[in-house]
């Protein structure tokens, strides 16, 4: 079984798509009167947050007034599960969640939750493709005692309480769940590939939803695709956590790997045969042949560049920076994009790889920071290539850095409820 958690700004949105969903069906509502429409539960939790927030003298009002639960086990986990099994799982998983006691960054004291008693209510749901049922839970975030329901680490807590009632009922551990359908997606997208007559990456998404599965591309701002996430129920992945073949920079060198070109064969022409003559022959006179054998002139093979020079524009200056070819498709074909980070492009992220690689750090520094970047971390004194590493090694670390220091800035607000 897998557990997710999140806060919800717009509730009524979240509560009518638990409970009005095609095919849904209201498993459990409880401290709220039966046979309430989903608005009107909506507007019970609003009122009761705002009403115990005006009481309140400390601190920031309350913004985000609903956590969100999807709960999904398996389909051998819940096979025979009815109605009631469904509500009893709701109620397990909430009570686990309060069971935990987790110390929130920042924080000194064990912080505990309450969802138990407060408002809460159950839809269950029916994936369109594979029939797995699934759970989405909507809870309020202020207690029927006018406590607030912490948050911090939201995930972690589902994580956790997933983890316990796995071991109590005996199913799998989330993490092994999610191996398997990262396998299982990994199989599907190859078996696409390979049965694909030409490139065509709408194709390939769309062969992908028609499976079941959700893809969700992301382009940079001139369009063009620099990742995307595939998943189904509970388990989104990244494209290079299902594996490094499938990235978007590396799709289309993958089809063609599985579409090798058929090898040309040269034919040479047949030796044309020649039928003897009847006309006479000519006597034939012997020459004296030169002993000397004939010099042959060289000719010198053209010297194959080693380096590819990039003249790289930065806010500080034009930097010529001279890349080994050897390495260079690594610089090109594997840098990414932030996913947070709407103003870069590939090509920005190559280029700041590349000067990292040359040794010009501020410009590195200045060239991330005028394309949104400064949130990730930044090369450290003495950074340049080591004495024992390799230098394919060092091209992925020149990115990995890049990629990090193209992270977005976050924006600091205090404390946050």
């Known amino acids: 079984m897998i557990m997710l958690a999140k806060v919800v700004p717009y509730g009524g949105n979240a509560v009518r ?57 398996s389909k051998e986990e819940a096979k025979n599960f009815t109605m009631n099994d469904w509500a009893n799982l709701q109620d397990e998983s909430l009570e686990t969640m309060d069971s935990l006691g987790l110390i929130p960054k920042g924080m000194k004291k064990e912080v505990k939750t309450n969802y138990r008693n407060s408002m809460n209510v159950g839809g269950l749901h029916s994936d369109s493709k594979s029939g797995t049922l699934h759970l989405h839970m909507d809870c309020c975030r202020v207690d029927l005692e006018g406590n607030t329901n912490d948050v911090h680490d939201i995930h972690r807590r589902a994580m956790m309480a997933a983890e316990i009632i796995n071991m109590r009922h005996g199913w799998k551990q989330p993490q092994e769940i999610r191996d398997m359908r990262k396998e299982e997606i990994a199989d599907y997208c190859e078996y696409t590939l390979r049965n694909m007559q030409e490139f065509d990456v709408d194709f390939y998404f769309k062969m992908l939803r028609m499976k079941g599965y959700e893809v969700t591309p992301r382009y940079d701002k001139s369009r063009k695709l620099v990742g995307y996430t595939i998943g189904k129920n509970a388990s989104v992945f990244k494209a290079s956590e299902i594996g490094r073949r499938f990235m978007a920079s590396q799709l289309e060198a993958t089809w063609k790997k599985f579409h090798p ?46 380096f590819t020079i990039f003249n790289i524009d930065t806010p500080i200056g034009s930097k010529a920076v001279e890349i080994p070819n050897s390495v260079k498709d690594i610089f090109l074909n594997e840098a990414q994009v932030p996913e947070d980070n709407d103003n870069a492009t590939v090509e920005n992220v190559a280029h700041t790889a590349m000067l990292l690689f040359a040794g010009y750090i501020d410009a590195a520094t200045s060239m991330s920071e005028s394309c949104g970047g400064g949130g990730g971390s930044a090369p450290e004194s003495g950074w340049g290539k080591k004495d024992d590493e390799d230098e394919r090694a060092y091209v992925r670390r020149c990115l990995q850095m890049a990629h990090s220091m193209y992270k977005p800035k976050s924006i600091k607000r205090g404390f946050h409820r």
């Open 17 to 73: 798509y638990a409970l009005e969903k095609e095919k849904a069906k209201v498993v459990k509502v409880n401290h709220m009167p039966e046979g309430i429409e989903p608005t009107a539960i909506w507007y019970m939790m609003k009122h009761h947050c705002q009403l115990y927030q005006q009481d309140r003298t400390v601190g920031r009002s309350l913004e985000r007034l609903m956590v969100q639960f999807v709960i999904s086990p």
């Open 261 to 306: 070109k058929p090898a040309q064969v040269k034919v040479k022409p047949s030796t044309p045969t020649v039928a003897p003559s009847s006309r006479p022959l000519r006597p034939t006179f012997q020459t004296t042949a030169s002993t000397q054998p004939k010099v042959q002139p060289r000719v010198q093979a053209k010297p194959v560049p080693s």
